[in-house]
């Protein structure tokens, strides 16, 4: 496998500051280099700093300090909507715990949401999300509202949504963590798929058992990298 | 792209009905507020037209001046009026009538009615002509008989049964008079006389025997042309002075009015009635905005972790603002569309009470569209703006 390096952090640092003005450290100096198809797992205790990293990966949050190249591209001092929008839609894609599908929209308008957002025609994105909706085995459930479907298949929905702009990233803020074993599962045999599609997958989790399908775990405490190893089965 | 988005704006309006009806609200009662300010100054404008479509440009109004920081009396007769036409160089036709109320009654039947009591050249002047009967003749009203012609109204109002009202004798003010003539009805009023609703008579008559110093005189002159009205209301003015024999110091006992300026004065107090409407409907309007506004920082607060979500897959910040403002600009746009048609569905029902006159124009609902539009964006778009700016993180934290 070609060993391009997707993302690169180079001593981040974030921190957040409370109404009194206080400062609150909650990254101290990340290094970090992630290649194009890595399954990483981010691990570590509450507040060590798991989802503030995977947010400034996404592009959600602006870092403090330090470098962040996106395949080769510092865009750690970018603070332009415009281009920080168009990453988060074009290059990631992000799938959350509590799945966060529009609940006024059917399985299709949800999954075709930013391929909206990306100027695509209504034809080309509805056939789009159905072809994933489809291949996911929600073909039955396309006209259907979040509410009137499971917690695992609300979350391959939002799988599908991730995937509708094709990114070269996936972004996962504890997937399985509001799922039932089984449909955990089966969220973690989607994302062992993604490694032959080529895509890079940064999971946040606490759960050893859902870690282990990574290729790679990283822990955090204190917003410092403490350990970082790849599996026994994994191909690095 | 652009559909899409205001299908997703309706989805979620719908989504709230009671809230998106109740801030339509403000919008619905302004819409319909402009569309009848529009209706009701249209509907002044044209009444004052219709009230003195019978005004030649040359006519010049003198009234009797009751009381009005001048002595009481005023001397001002209608016998004045064939004084200026033989004095005056300017003036073409003079005619005079007294006016005041009487009581007047046939049979059972009774009514307080106009009384207008003029010379013969009245008649011509005011376009008066009869249905039945005859005018009242010189030798009439130099003997001071009772006898009177009735309007068309007054005839229905006195004879409510058909009953040939010629030769009839009616009481006015207690005294009998004999009706030997009806008008054709005129249908608009002369100034400020009802001339339906009026009973004619020698002013003879009507000043000695009915109204008294109870009447109030008015002259209604004719200049030789309009470029002289001017001139002629000078000239009169000298006149009447004269003949009232007043003093340097004194002012005049009588008011004098021309055509031009009397217009002016009624189209001027339609007018003020507009602006004061248009105030009302501007101030409705505004309240409404703010009510709008008001919700939708309400709905922005609401769907704080939607926007984190939409920002999240990629929703640019214009995405965002062009989302939450769609949505005030439907709410605001749907009120005024629905103002616009209670409103314009309100005038024939007002027309019909007889307060008013309304008349609907195209002004009224196109300018009550392109403000409720406008109420839209302008109080949709700092709401949806700071919805536009939120941190996705902290968006998408809050529940």
């Known amino acids: ?78 603070r332009d909507d415009f281009t920080l929008a168009f990453i988060r839609n074009k290059k990631m894609g992000f799938i959350f715990q509590q799945f966060n599908l529009f609940t006024r929209l059917s399985a299709l308008k949800n999954v075709a949401l930013p391929a909206l957002y990306a100027g695509k025609e209504k034809e080309e994105r509805e056939r789009k999300a159905k072809k994933l909706l489809e291949d996911i085995g929600l073909g039955d459930r396309l006209y259907h509202r979040p509410t009137e479907l ?18 070269d990233i996936i972004l996962a803020d504890e997937p399985t963590g509001a799922l039932d074993s089984k449909s955990g599962l089966e969220v973690m045999d989607i994302f062992t798929g993604f490694k032959k599609q080529e895509r890079t997958v940064i999971m946040v989790t606490h759960t050893a058992e859902v ?6 775990i990283i822990y955090l405490r204190d917003g410092k990298v403490i350990s970082d190893n790849y599996q026994l089965h994994s191909n690095y | 792209m652009l559909i899409e988005i205001i299908k997703m704006a309706f989805e979620s309006l719908l989504a709230k009905k009671i809230r998106s009806i109740l801030s339509m609200l403000g919008i619905i009662i302004g819409v319909s507020t402009v569309i009848a300010v529009f209706a009701i100054g249209q509907g002044a404008q044209q009444a004052v037209n219709a009230q003195f479509e019978g005004l030649s440009a040359k006519t010049i109004m003198v009234m009797s001046m009751r009381g009005r920081g001048s002595t009481s009396s005023t001397k001002l007769a209608v016998g004045d009026a064939k004084i200026l036409k033989d004095k005056g160089q300017h003036i073409e036709l003079a005619t005079g009538a007294i006016q005041g109320n009487a009581s007047v009654s046939y049979g059972s039947t009774s009514a307080s009615l106009s009384v207008i009591g003029s010379d013969l050249d009245y008649y011509k002047i005011s376009n008066l002509e009869l249905s039945a009967g005859r005018l009242i003749t010189e030798d009439e009203l130099s003997n001071n008989d009772k006898v009177a012609i009735l309007g068309n109204g007054a005839t229905e109002t006195l004879f409510p049964e058909g009953q040939n009202p010629l030769g009839a004798v009616v009481t006015i003010a207690g005294k009998k008079v004999e009706i030997v003539g009806v008008f054709k009805e005129v249908g608009s009023s002369m100034g400020p006389m009802r001339v339906d609703d009026s009973v004619f008579m020698p002013y003879t008559t009507a000043q000695k025997t009915i109204l008294g110093n109870g009447g109030s005189v008015m002259l209604n002159i004719q200049a030789d042309s309009v470029d002289n009205v001017e001139l002629a209301t000078e000239e009169l003015t000298n006149i009447l002075r004269e003949e009232h024999k007043l003093k340097e110091s004194q002012e005049n006992d009588f008011r004098v009015m021309d055509a031009g300026s009397m217009v002016g004065a009624a189209q001027e107090s339609a007018q003020l009635m507009s602006i004061l409407l248009t105030l009302i409907a501007a101030i ?76 609907s124009s195209v002004t009224g609902p196109l300018l009550g569209f392109s403000f409720s539009v406008l109420v839209g964006v302008f109080f949709g778009f700092y709401p949806a703006f700071k919805a536009s700016r939120l941190d996705p993180v902290d968006a998408l934290r809050s529940e």
């Open chain 1, 1 to 78: 496998m070609e060993n391009k390096i997707e993302i690169k952090l180079e001593n981040v640092h974030k921190s957040y500051y409370l109404a009194n003005k206080e400062e609150v450290p909650v990254l101290n100096g990340i290094d970090l280099e992630i290649k194009r198809g890595e399954f990483v797992a981010i691990m570590g205790e509450s507040g060590g700093g798991k989802t503030t990293l995977l947010n400034i990966i996404g592009c959600l949050h602006p870092l403090s300090r330090g470098m962040y190249y996106l395949t080769g591209e510092n865009i750690g001092n970018v």
């Open chain 1, 150 to 167: 499971s917690g695992g298949q609300q979350q391959r929905v939002a799988i599908c949504r991730a995937l509708i702009n094709d990114p």
């Open chain 2, 284 to 359: 409705t309007l505004l309240v409404s905005g703010i009510g709008i506004m008001n919700v939708m920082f309400v709905t922005v607060a609401e769907r704080t972790k939607e926007i984190g979500i939409a920002k999240a897959i990629g929703g640019k910040q214009g995405d965002i603002l062009s989302q939450f403002l769609l949505e005030s600009v439907i709410l605001s746009t749907v009120g005024g569309i629905i103002g616009i048609i209670i409103g314009q569905a309100a005038i024939p029902i007002i027309s019909s009470f007889n307060l008013m006159t309304l008349a």
């Open chain 1, 211 to 216: 870690a282990k399908y990574a290729d790679r």
